[in-house]
């Protein structure tokens, strides 16, 4: 009789013992957050090597934190709101994209800023496979294609189409081992570098803009994340899209409560992070196997995955950088002050 007690008591022991670790792990206290003003980081990118994470945002601050304890390594003020940064391949440069003064690198480890000689701002920038090609959809329609030194080699002047509500491209991804890539906006292309559209893919609800796209490591297929509106203007489930290399609609799959805003991959292909309203975790035929924990009305921007396909790092609406493990359990996350630099 006493062993069965203390076997109860045992029990009983780790289930409260079990309870309060999950507490401490979906629980998390809830911030208030000011909305009076704009100041999205629109985007995250973890370096190469893993030990770094660049950010950016509508402050127009590059800023730059050391991966493991998120302590700033270095910010870079550039002329305007920074859409998107993405790392070269090896690690020496950091590419970037801007609201007005179009996109340009940093070179690594010097830091020295340098501006891609155009005009217009962009959402959607790109490194090819082996980083030997930079590709820039800017605001107004047109797709240029530069080498990593910074000179032009190639101007993609996309004809307008009155049927179409938007001429800008919002997003674009590099096939992972051929020079072709994806450009999105109501509709999804698919180019070569020379220019040439390979496919013109219609969106299955083609009221809805494409906010992001992301080729699947195996280059077989490719995930757009939509914006969630329909002609009438009312808002409708946002969708993840599967579209093959061929330009075959695959499937579309609901599941995230805003506009998806960025996608990506990890090391493998097994795993797809989508930043929406929340962190969601898909497998590769588009099955929700886990969300992170709420923000409070704080909403995700950015997204990626480390290298090693351990880790991921959001950014989101209110300059709050995160990041979670393989299973979207968050393990750190800050908030970075106006007033930080």
């Known amino acids: ?80 709101w920074i859409h998107v940064v993405k790392w070269h391949p090896s690690g020496d440069k950091l590419a970037f994209a801007t609201l007005e003064k179009y996109a340009g690198f940093i070179e690594m480890p010097s830091g020295d800023v340098k501006y891609l000689d155009s005009i217009g701002g962009s959402r959607a920038i790109g490194w090819n496979h082996d980083g030997t090609q930079f590709a820039v959809a800017d605001l107004e329609s047109g797709i240029k294609i530069w080498n990593e030194a910074g000179y032009l080699v190639k101007e993609i002047q ?28 109501f509709q999804i292309n698919l180019f070569n570098s020379d220019g040439t559209v390979l496919s013109v893919m219609e969106h299955t609800n083609p009221a809805a803009i494409v906010l992001s796209t992301s080729w699947h490591p195996s280059g077989s297929f490719f995930v757009i994340g939509d914006y969630g509106y329909n002609g009438e203007g009312e808002n409708v489930p946002s969708l993840l899209h599967f579209w093959s290399k061929e330009g075959t609609h695959i499937r579309s799959v609901a599941g995230s409560d805003a506009e998806i805003r960025n996608l990506s991959w990890n090391h493998n292909g097994s795993r797809l992070a989508s930043a929406s309203d929340l962190l969601r975790i898909w497998s590769d035929t588009g099955e929700l196997l886990y969300e992170g924990v709420t923000d409070a009305n704080n909403k995700l921007w950015g997204v990626d995955w480390d290298n090693n396909g351990e880790r991921i790092v959001t950014s989101s609406r209110f300059k709050t950088i995160a990041i979670w493990d393989k299973k979207a359990r968050l393990i750190k996350r800050i908030q970075v002050p106006e007033s930080n630099q």
């Open 1 to 80: 009789m006493q062993k069965q007690v203390m076997k109860y008591l045992w029990l009983l022991f780790c289930a409260v013992l079990l309870s309060s670790c999950k507490g401490t792990l979906r629980n998390i206290p809830q911030q208030i957050y000011d909305d009076s003003y704009n100041r999205q980081f629109w985007t995250a990118d973890w370096s190469p090597d893993n030990k770094l994470i660049a950010i950016g945002g509508v402050d127009s601050i590059l800023r730059i934190y050391h991966s493991n304890s998120l302590k700033l390594h270095s910010a870079h003020q550039l002329d305007s």
């Open 158 to 185: 996309v004809p307008y189409d009155p049927e179409i509500p938007g001429k800008a491209y919002l997003s674009l991804d590099w096939h992972p081992s051929e020079n072709i890539f994806v450009a999105t906006n």
